[in-house]
Nanobody
Framework: QVQLVESGGGVVPPGGSLTLSCTAS????????MAWFRQPLGQDRELVAL??????????ADSVKGRFSISRGDAKNKNTIYLQMDSLKPEDTAVYHC??????????????WGQGTQVTVSS
């Protein structure tokens, strides 16, 4: 079973930056299609960004395009993904989770959720 561990959250002022990390551990030799999701307090979880197994395909929610960037680790850390978040806004405040997804065109999460990492954008 895949296990997910996220880190890197914190409190930043509007306009600030953070980089989140996520590692998926599971079956050896498998590289997963992965994504970042977020859940603001009292709201539903939403897809933020996704990345293909090779890293060559990425996609973003309209609300974060041009501000967030998803990437993968190197060859030894293929199942580690990152989320570089720039020009943060108060509305980016949420618990951020990563997950393994079915496919680029079918971003349903398929692994048990990790603990997530809290991002708070506030002055």
């Amino acid at each position: 079973q895949v296990q997910l561990v996220e880190s890197g959250g914190g409190v930043v002022p509007p306009g600030g930056s953070l980089t989140l990390s996520c590692t998926a551990s599971g079956e050896l030799g498998i590289t997963y299609t992965m994504a970042w999701f977020r859940q603001p307090l009292g709201q539903d979880r939403e897809l933020v960004a996704l990345i293909s197994r090779s890293g060559s395909i990425t996609d973003y929610a309209d609300s974060v395009k041009g501000r967030f960037s998803i990437s993968r680790g190197d060859a030894k850390n293929k199942n580690t993904i990152y989320l570089q978040m720039d020009s943060l806004k108060p509305e980016d405040t949420a618990v951020y989770h990563c997950n393994v997804i079915e496919a680029i065109r079918d971003p349903r999460p398929i692994a048990p959720w990790g603990q997530g990492t809290q991002v708070t954008v506030s002055s």
